[in-house]
């Protein structure tokens, strides 16, 4: 009994029934209400550092993305208000990013961040047609999250 935290699958197989069951319902809440609940995303992104330091990530890599994650939205966010004098992506779109930074590290964000504007792009041109129509973003930032920290379990299992 030296040691009560899991290890190797089956502590992966926990982290990510935690991830995807959180990040299922945060894009299900953004998608009906364009809205990222705190009580989702603070816990999701304090759970995804200690993820990292249990499956043997660096600490600090995690820490990184969460700051850089947050930190990257927020900007843009304000850069756009400034810019066109409306809102864009909001502030819960920045705490998602930030939990994606903490659950895959700061080397995830760029392909998370990729494919959710990828994704967000191919939406927003087949919806066109319908003049100011709102887009959500938790629904692209929570697919990528998870297919970024899935491919990385892939890879640890795979070597």
Known sequence: M??????GPPAYALF????????TRLAWMDYKTYRLA???????ILLGVLQSQILSQ?????????AIGY???VAIELGFKHYRKTDGLGRGDAKL????GAWCGWMGLPFIVLVASGGGLIYALLMSKKKNAHIPFGPFL???IAM????????VFKS
């Open 97 to 100: 990013l930030a939990a994606g």
């Open 38 to 44: 705190n009580a989702l995303t603070l816990p999701l």
């Open 148 to 155: 970024v920290w899935l491919s990385g379990v892939y890879v």
């Open 58 to 66: 660096t600490l600090i890599d995690s820490v990184i993305g969460a």
């Open 71 to 73: 930190g990257l939205f």
């Open 2 to 7: 030296d040691n009560l935290i899991p290890t």
């Open 16 to 23: 990510a029934l935690i991830l995807l069951s959180a990040l």
């Open 142 to 144: 929570a697919l990528a």
